[in-house]
C-alpha cells in the first residue's frame, strides 16, 4: 500500500463513533521519508476544521520548539494516534485508539523513520509502555526494533504549565543533537 491509498482508507474509515462527529480526518503531514516522526494522542477543534495536525495554539508552539533547535517542519513527519478529534478534546479511548492503530502503523512502516518521538503521555503509553510516566521519563530514549524512541510533554500541557517549558527545550536539543548522529 502506497501513503496516498492509505490516506484514502482512512479517509473513509468509519470503525469507530469518532466518524460521526469529525469534520476531517487528521492523517498527517510532512516529509514521507523523514528520519524523524512526532506522533501525539489525537486532534483537536483547529486540527479537525483544516485537516493537519498540531496547527493550533499547540502547534505553533511545537513549530518555535522545532526552530529553536534548527529543525524544519517540513522535514519530519507529524501524526495522531486518532485521525479524527475526540468530542470536546476528551482523552481517546481505548477502542478508539485500537480503531486507529492500524493506520498509525501502516504509516510508520512507509516512512520509516528512526526516531519517534511521542507528544504526551497518552501517546507514549501506547507506543512505549503502558506504564510511562511523562514527569519522570520524559527525553528518556528507548530502542523498540528498528526505532530510537522516546516521549516529550506534549505543547498542550506547556501552554497549561509554562514551567516545563525549560524541560522541553532541553528534550528538543538533546533531540535535534541525536539526529546529527543517524
Not at 476544521?49 to 517540513?74: E, H, M, N, Q, W
Not at 506547556?158 to 524541560?167: A, H, I, V, Y
Amino acid at each position: 500500500m502506497d501513503m496516498e491509498t492509505l490516506r484514502r482508507s482512512c479517509g473513509a474509515c468509519d470503525k469507530c463513533r469518532l466518524a460521526e462527529t469529525r469534520t476531517n480526518v487528521v492523517f498527517g503531514v510532512g516529509s514521507e521519508d523523514a528520519d524523524l516522526m512526532f506522533v501525539g494522542e489525537a486532534p483537536g477543534e483547529n486540527e479537525d476544521l483544516s485537516g493537519i495536525p498540531f496547527v493550533g495554539r499547540a502547534g505553533k508552539l511545537l513549530d518555535s520548539y522545532l526552530t529553536a533547535v534548527g529543525i524544519d517542519r517540513d522535514s519530519v513527519y507529524i501524526a495522531n494516534i486518532l485521525k479524527c478529534r475526540p468530542p470536546k478534546n476528551r482523552d481517546p479511548l481505548p477502542d478508539e485508539e485500537d480503531a486507529c492503530m492500524p493506520y498509525l502503523r501502516e504509516q510508520v512502516r512507509l516512512i520509516r523513520p528512526k526516531i519517534i518521538v511521542c507528544l504526551g503521555r497518552i501517546a507514549a503509553m501506547r507506543l512505549i509502555k503502558p506504564d510511562f510516566k511523562i514527569t519522570q521519563e520524559h527525553g528518556v530514549w528507548f530502542r523498540r526494533g528498528s526505532f530510537e524512541m522516546s516521549a516529550f510533554y506534549h505543547p498542550s500541557a506547556l501552554l497549561r504549565d509554562p514551567r516545563k517549558r525549560e524541560d522541553m527545550l532541553n528534550d528538543m536539543q538533546a533531540l535535534a543533537e541525536k539526529l546529527k548522529t543517524l
